[in-house]
């Protein structure tokens, strides 16, 4: 009789667990529309749950979101620590809903993306440092013009750059893919591990590790220091 009260209160337990787990799925209607925002002043920026954020330099600040006009009541815009932070409300999930925020500003710190979101950076930046951090799958595409600029890629995520940088960091693992022969670096230190893959251009000098599977391929540099570990692998492309 025990085990069989155990066993029952088991079950309940898990079945409670699960019904917290369930989201409400949005399935978009009505106008593709825009809403504005008034915002303090930040430094940063992080963007999720497969939004489209679209960056460009101004000395006038703005931040403006497209989509469908049943799910702008679910995108959360707010600025918490410096930080402009760009999600959906936890328990919802949409339906191929394409949501796309346009933010205007003249100088950013660092920009973080995650879950399935896209950075857009092909209308140009120009600054002295910029940090991107990207996950969980998520995307970036630019043209940049950055004297210190550092990147993180994880989980799946995916990348393609173009452009000019006097110091460019790399940090990739668990898959990602960054294609940046178009990007020509001065000098460039890149860390793959975990079957990445990235694609890197230095004129001057390359540190180049790799290890659990990944791969570097490298154009453009006459000085390089490699090291590799676990079936990584450094090559110059032909």
């Known amino acids: 009789m025990k085990k069989l ?18 989201f409400n799925a949005i399935t978009p209607e009505g106008e593709y529309t825009s809403k504005s925002y008034e915002l303090p002043t930040f430094e940063n920026i992080y963007v999720s749950s497969g939004m489209e954020l679209i960056l460009t330099q101004d000395s006038t600040v703005s931040v403006k979101v497209e989509t469908y006009e ?24 949409f339906r191929n809903a394409e949501i796309k925020v346009y933010v205007n500003i003249a100088s950013l710190d660092e920009i973080e993306a995650s879950s399935g979101s896209h950075l857009n950076l092909t209308a140009g930046w120009v600054a ?8 969980s799958g998520s995307s970036a595409q630019g043209n940049i013009e950055i004297k210190e600029f550092s990147l993180k890629m994880s989980s799946g995520s995916d990348a393609t750059f173009s452009g000019k ?8 693992s668990s898959g ?11 000098n460039c230190s890149a860390d793959l591990s975990s079957g990445s893959y ?11 590790e790799s290890s ?17 570990g676990s079936g990584g692998s450094v090559n110059r492309a032909e």
Request: charged residues 20%.
């Open 212 to 228: 659990s599977g990944a791969s570097i391929k490298y154009k453009g540099t006459s000085q390089i220091e490699v090291k590799t």
């Open 165 to 172: 940088a006097e110091k460019f960091t790399l940090g990739s």
């Open 70 to 93: 049943n799910i702008h009541e679910y995108i959360n815009v707010e600025v918490v620590d410096n930080t402009l932070r760009l999600s959906k409300d936890l328990e919802v999930s």
């Open 176 to 186: 990602s893919t960054l294609n940046a022969f178009d990007l020509e670096a001065i």
């Open 198 to 208: 990235a694609e890197v251009f230095a004129t001057g000098f390359l540190y180049a």
């Open 5 to 22: 009260l155990f066993s029952f209160m088991a079950i309940a337990v898990a079945t409670l667990a699960l019904s917290s787990c369930v």
């Open 128 to 135: 002295e440092e910029l940090d991107i951090d990207m996950s």
